[in-house]
């Protein structure tokens, strides 16, 4: 390697910022005490020099990694078919890169995956996890505790351990459902079938208490468990047109068990919304709005629930870094939803 193509040095930046070396390091690797003019220096000297700080180093002095795990509790094949996880990642992604942490993603193919995640995380390559679609027997919980990795959840977490409360981002997934059957019952609808999403997670739990909220004297028959894919709400569909071929109205745990169940209306020769009205939940637009007809849903940011997963995530880290008091973040976030009117309902 060439001088003019040499990696710039810490000791290249202190001698252009006029520094002596324990101060550039010391600016680079985000250490205090220095005065605020030599910190400008150092800073423009990395920017001319180009200087990329080494990692291993820069850890030895934070005692970070700036690496973030994201875990997702489901297969690759359902993680990339489903536009619900590139949401979340998109805004986990984006705010950890404002941060300059990297976003490592694990995700789990079957209960031996478990132990390997568990294993990387009690490694020390992280500096903490972001983990969501959590199942309610799933162990991951007790392995990333046992690993000793600050955590913050997506979902309303569904174990209870005796151990203080998990950091939590959630939406109103109860109250969301709600508005939805109301809008039906609003509609004129009174034979309102649910297709629920599986019912080891707490997001379909909660769906599900929220139809019953309002349908309290529902017929057991009108509810099907699916699994949150088109597949499964073709499967739940024809089930409850056999069971209950006067149903008038539909609410499904999401946005993608509706385009399933929208297909087989319109394979049965049920007019939507005239014969039978939709509603889905989530509004992802790439779905939502090329179903025929257009989905009417409830809204939840989930762009937004991944950047505050992120968020509070890195808040705790700077508190264990600077030793102070953890009481001003919050221990559970839960965004509200909103109706979304299109054709189907």
């Not at 014969?275 to 989530?282: M, N, Q, T």
């Not at 870094?321 to 001003?328: N, Y």
């Amino acid at each position: 390697m060439t001088e003019t193509t040499a990696r710039p040095t810490l000791e290249a930046v202190a001698a252009r910022a006029g520094v002596s070396r324990a101060t550039a390091s010391r600016v680079v690797n985000g250490g205090d005490g220095v005065r605020e003019p030599l910190v400008e220096r150092v800073r423009r000297a990395v920017d001319e020099l180009g200087y990329v700080p080494n990692q291993a180093a820069r850890s030895l002095v934070t005692k970070r990694h700036d690496a973030i795990a994201v875990v997702i509790a489901e297969p690759e094949t359902r993680v990339f078919a489903d536009p619900f996880f590139a949401l979340q990642l998109r805004g986990i992604s984006k705010e950890l890169t404002v941060h300059d942490s990297q976003l490592v993603l694990l995700l789990t193919e079957g209960r031996d995956d478990h132990a390997r995640v568990g294993r990387y995380l009690a490694g020390g390559h992280v500096d903490g996890a972001l983990v969501f679609s959590l199942h309610l027997d799933d162990p991951l919980p007790g392995l990333i505790q046992g690993a000793g990795v600050p955590t913050v959840f997506g979902g309303r977490p569904g174990w209870s351990d005796g151990t203080p409360g998990p950091v939590y981002v959630d939406s109103d997934n109860r109250g969301g459902a709600r508005e939805a059957v109301r809008h039906l019952v609003g509609l004129g609808r009174t034979r309102i079938a649910h297709i629920a999403g599986a019912l080891d997670q707490t997001s379909a739990v909660d769906r599900l208490d929220g139809f019953r909220d309002v349908m309290a004297d529902a017929d057991p028959r009108m509810v099907v468990e699916s699994d949150f894919t088109p597949a499964g709400g073709e499967r739940a569909m024809r089930e409850l047109l056999d069971r209950c071929p006067d149903l008038d109205g539909v609410f499904a745990a999401n946005d993608l068990t509706a385009a399933g169940a929208l297909r087989v209306l319109r394979e049965r020769g049920r007019r939507v919304p005239e014969d039978v009205a939709v509603i889905g939940f989530d509004d992802m637009l790439p779905v939502a709005e090329q179903t025929d007809p257009p989905l009417t849903t409830i809204r939840q940011d989930i762009e937004e629930m991944g950047r505050l997963m992120a968020r509070l995530l890195l808040r705790r880290l700077d508190r264990s870094t600077t030793g102070r008091a953890d009481a001003d973040t919050p221990a559970a976030v839960v965004l509200p939803t909103t109706l979304v009117r299109r054709a189907s309902a």
